[in-house]
């Protein structure tokens, strides 16, 4: 049995545990509040933590043609974000409701490498959102309304054969705004896509199955022109942002997405955060994101042309 003074020494010795605890747990609110003031102040004297303004982009790098067995692929980094897309064109049929059209189907993979809380279910649930979000932004959901991908020129027989472009993205490294990421990389990787040359035999009859020879030797370049640029303005404190970081996301009390092609069209939005945005102000981000689209799609556009000359640099090396 336990002397009283044992007793009183076991108790001091745990009360010191809960209040060390306790202290620990201030420290950590009192830093994170610090860190908050500093974003938002920051923001609200339009001076971010890494120095740009509220309507900067960080550095772009583009590279094409990343993956050689596929009919196209881009990797973008945007900062420490890191992203790789791929287009892998196939013969299909249309559908039904659309038989003038080719088909595309999305998918973005999110690495447990590229963030601890990428594994298991996080990760899932991360890549359908994105997944999402990217079929809005580039197809205009699943009417197609206000596409940004040409589904017409997929066609090869109307109601019998279309092109299938199957878009995949890969998250490598996360820090922030992967929605503009993914979508700098896919219309890249369209840029770089070549579909095959496809001829139609002429049929004996015409109700007779059409035949297709597909080239191997010829190739038709996908024209990208159409094709938008995804931004997305993340609101923190009072104030409006672009390309936002992870830390400047963990800030956020909602966020809009908009694709915006060259021509000035929107082609689809999407909307993230529990917080309401008054019409007016959306008015305004569209206003301002259109602004911004016409800088990122120039340099965008810059970069994938580098990143094709030099590919093809490199194909005449090789040869």
Sequence with gaps: MKTAKE?????????????????????LDEKFFEEQNYIKGGIAQDLRTDGRKRISYRPIFVETGVIPQASGSARVKLGGTDVIASVKAELGRPAPSHPDQGK??????CSPIAEPTFEGKGGEELSTELSSALQRCLLGGKSGAGAGIDLSSLSIVQGKHCWDLYIEGLVVSSDGNLLDALGAAFKAALANTAIPKAQVAASA??????????????????????VPVIITLTKVGRHYIVDATTEEES?????????????????????????????????????????????????????????????????????
């Design 7 to 27: 007793l009183w020494q076991s108790l001091d010795k745990k009360y010191l545990t809960i209040f060390t605890s306790v202290r620990i747990a201030d420290k």
């Design 104 to 109: 595309v189907s999305i998918n973005v993979d």
């Design 205 to 226: 009859l015409p109700d007779d199955e059409p035949e297709i020879d597909v080239s191997d030797e010829e190739f038709l370049q996908f024209d990208t022109t159409s």
């Design 251 to 319: 800030q956020m009390s909602s966020a809009i997405s908009i694709s915006i092609n060259r021509q000035g069209r929107i082609c689809g939005l999407t909307k993230r955060g529990g917080a309401g945005l008054d019409p007016s102000i959306i008015l305004d981000m569209i206003s301002v994101a259109k602004h911004v689209s016409e800088q990122l799609i120039n340099k965008l556009d810059s970069e994938i042309a580098a990143a094709e000359a030099c590919d093809d640099e490199d194909d005449e090396m090789d040869s």
